[in-house]
């Protein structure tokens, strides 16, 4: 078997139903299914009984968060490849064409691909999309291109070797950045990464403003501990939410203090290139609107997360919380 796929889910029937249907559709069959319900309230057991006809496995597991659920799916998985997907995504009709063309070629250890957004989406979940991998906000290194050297993949689509899942003990019991430790501590001991431009998924993300902030507030406070436990991992890029952060609210407070639109001008030739480059690629003036929204909570979460675990770890010395929260990671 060359495929295991794992699917962590955490109260979330309606987009695990979504995504066995579109593993459904694939003529590619060569895989198990492993779907580890982590704790939920609302077990998700008869939405997998409804897709019978997939080799799925379901597992009930004590909350434990993501990683443990991974975990928990690897012990029970036989293929080569370990396939990890999070629970609100879809997989188009060429996704395992496109991995199996690569890997026919390259056997790598660990790959991965980038995440759009379907035309199914929302509004607001193209928006966060749009934020996540534009240029004008991330740079693209979260748009599938290499831009810090070697390519780290990240759990949402990610496929390792069994072997190399074992090498390195799986997943780290990390509150938050979890798949970015693991990838970074294959890498560390010589295992070979590669992006796979043409496998790509659909990712939902999050369904609120709310949980998008918190979502991305984490992603910041991330960053410090693999920063902490990756020496040199920390990069000048990873620094530029915050030089936004404080940049704008210099502009703004300049402006004020002065009488002059001219400072809060370069916000508003920013806000107009979001505007244009969202509206264009989504063909949708309302979710140009909704970038500009969702950039800037994206922007500001980040830096904020920041800013906060590098006060508690770097400052005053505290140590990397443990617990997991799962309201606050799944959702």
């Known amino acids: 078997m060359l495929f295991s796929l794992i699917i962590p889910v955490y109260n979330r029937s309606e ?26 309230k609302y077990p998700c057991k008869s939405v ?31 293929g080569e490849y370990l396939l990890f997907l999070d629970s609100d995504t879809l997989i188009p009709d060429s996704y395992f064409d ?14 991965g691909g980038p995440d759009m957004s379907n035309p ?12 996540m991998t534009s240029f004008f906000t991330t740079g693209g ?59 790509a998924i659909y990712h939902k993300r999050r369904t609120s403003l709310r949980a998008f902030y918190r979502q991305v507030l984490n992603s910041g406070r991330a960053r410090i501990e693999l920063s902490i436990r990756h020496k040199g991992s920390l990069k000048a890029v990873h620094l530029l939410p915050l030089a936004f ?20 001008s370069l916000l508003l030739a920013y806000c107009l290139i979001l505007l244009i480059d969202s509206s264009i690629k989504e063909k949708s003036l309302k979710v140009g609107l909704l970038s500009i929204l969702t950039a800037f909570v994206q922007l500001y979460a980040y830096a904020l997360g920041f800013l906060d675990n590098l006060f508690k770890r770097c400052i005053l010395r505290g140590s990397e919380v443990q617990e997991i929260d799962n309201e606050r990671f799944y959702s």
């Open 245 to 264: 952060m404080i940049g704008s609210l210099a502009l703004v407070l300049l402006s004020i203090m002065t009488g002059s639109l001219i400072p809060a």
């Open 141 to 199: 290194i979260r748009g599938g291109k290499k831009k810090l050297g070697r390519f780290i993949p990240r759990s949402f689509n990610m496929g390792v070797r069994r072997e190399a899942f074992e090498a390195v003990g799986g997943f780290s019991p990390m509150r938050f950045g979890e798949d970015m430790d693991f990838s970074m501590r294959l890498m560390e001991r010589g295992f070979r990464s590669a992006l796979i431009p043409q496998a």
């Open 98 to 111: 496109a991995l199996l063309a690569y890997l026919d070629k390259d056997r790598v250890d660990l790959f």
């Open 120 to 131: 199914s989406f929302s509004p607001l979940q193209k928006a966060i999309s749009y934020s």
């Open 48 to 78: 997998c009984e409804e897709y019978n006809e997939l080799p799925i496995n379901y597992i009930y597991k004590e909350n434990g968060g993501p990683a443990s659920a991974r975990n928990a799916g690897a012990r029970l998985s036989k």
């Open 15 to 40: 987009e695990l139903s979504e995504l066995l249907e579109s593993i459904r559709k694939q003529s590619f069959r060569d895989f198990e299914l492993i779907v580890v319900d982590d704790g939920s």
